[in-house]
């Protein structure tokens, strides 16, 4: 028998409409790496990389306290990743982002969780069919949202013997 390289339960057979998957990993997230991908994607925004600017600016200073936020693609792309071993692992394509939106700023030291929705499947060809998933990550508490998306992926069918 040959070892399987995914988990055994995200095939397109094994989602269904209105389940709800609580992901087991948590992510601690740390100043480089987030000071490194908002460089790698151009992001200029100064609110994420200059502690200069959130200490003096008054309007940063009152919405955030003095600490720089963490880029939102960033967190978005983070809880995806913790999200994938139970719903995309065995995904062909992530197919649409159809919205996201984040709710609660996200700092350094934060640990982010996540839990996924299946919201609707479509069975619309042989070997997969599209599954639209609802993620939600919070902070540690796992009571605070920072960020709500729905996204369609093509799931893998499980391969006939």
Do not use: W
Request: hydrophobic fraction near 35%; proline fraction near 3%; include cysteine.
């Amino acid at each position: 028998m040959k070892p399987a390289l995914t988990g055994t339960g995200n095939h397109f057979e094994d989602f269904q409409v209105g389940e709800t998957r609580v992901h087991s990993r948590g992510r601690t997230l740390g100043d480089t790496e987030h000071i490194a991908f908002t460089s790698q994607v151009l992001n200029t925004a100064q609110l994420h990389f200059n502690q200069a600017l959130a200490d003096t600016d008054p309007n940063l200073k009152a919405q955030f306290q003095g600490r720089r936020p963490i880029v939102g693609t960033y967190v978005l792309a983070v809880l995806m990743g913790l999200s994938t071993p139970d719903t995309t692992e065995n995904a062909l394509a992530i197919t649409r982002l159809r919205e996201a939106r984040h709710t609660a700023g996200v700092f350094t030291g934060d640990t982010l969780f996540a839990k996924t929705q299946v919201i609707e499947k479509k069975d619309d060809q042989k070997d997969s069919g599209l599954v639209t998933f609802k993620l939600t990550g919070t902070k540690q508490d796992r009571k605070t949202m920072v960020c709500e998306a729905a996204y369609e992926a093509r799931v893998k069918k499980r391969p006939r013997a």
